[in-house]
C-alpha cells in the first residue's frame, strides 16, 4: 500500500511566499511627528538632566541645566533631520 503524500515544505511555501514584502512600511503623518516629539523632549529630558546633575554636583548656579536643554534640543532636531528627513 503505496501512498502519495506530498512534503509539507511544498504546500508551506506558496503561502509564506506571498506575506514577505520587500520594501518596509511607510511611516504615516501622525508616527512621523511622534517620532520627531520623542526624539526632542528625550533629548531635552536626558542632556537636560544631566547638566542638573553636574549643577548639584559642581554648585553652579543652573549653568549645567541651560546647556544640557540647548544641547539636548540640538541633538534631537538632528535626530529628527537625520532619521525622518527626505
Same mark, same amino acid.
Given at each position: 500500500m503505496s501512498r502519495n503524500l506530498i512534503p509539507a515544505a511544498d504546500i508551506v511555501r506558496p503561502v509564506m511566499a506571498d506575506d514577505q514584502s520587500s520594501k518596509p512600511p511607510e511611516r504615516s503623518g501622525a508616527d512621523a511627528g511622534w517620532a520627531a516629539l520623542g526624539y526632542l523632549l528625550g533629548g531635552m529630558i536626558v542632556w537636560g538632566g544631566i547638566g542638573w546633575l553636574v549643577d548639584r554636583? *559642581? +554648585?553652579?548656579?543652573n549653568v549645567g541645566l541651560l546647556i544640557g536643554l540647548i544641547g539636548g534640543t540640538v541633538a534631537g532636531v538632528?535626530?529628527?533631520?537625520?532619521? *525622518? +528627513?527626505?
Open positions: 554636583w *559642581l +554648585g553652579l548656579p538632528y535626530l529628527t533631520v537625520k532619521k *525622518l +528627513g527626505a
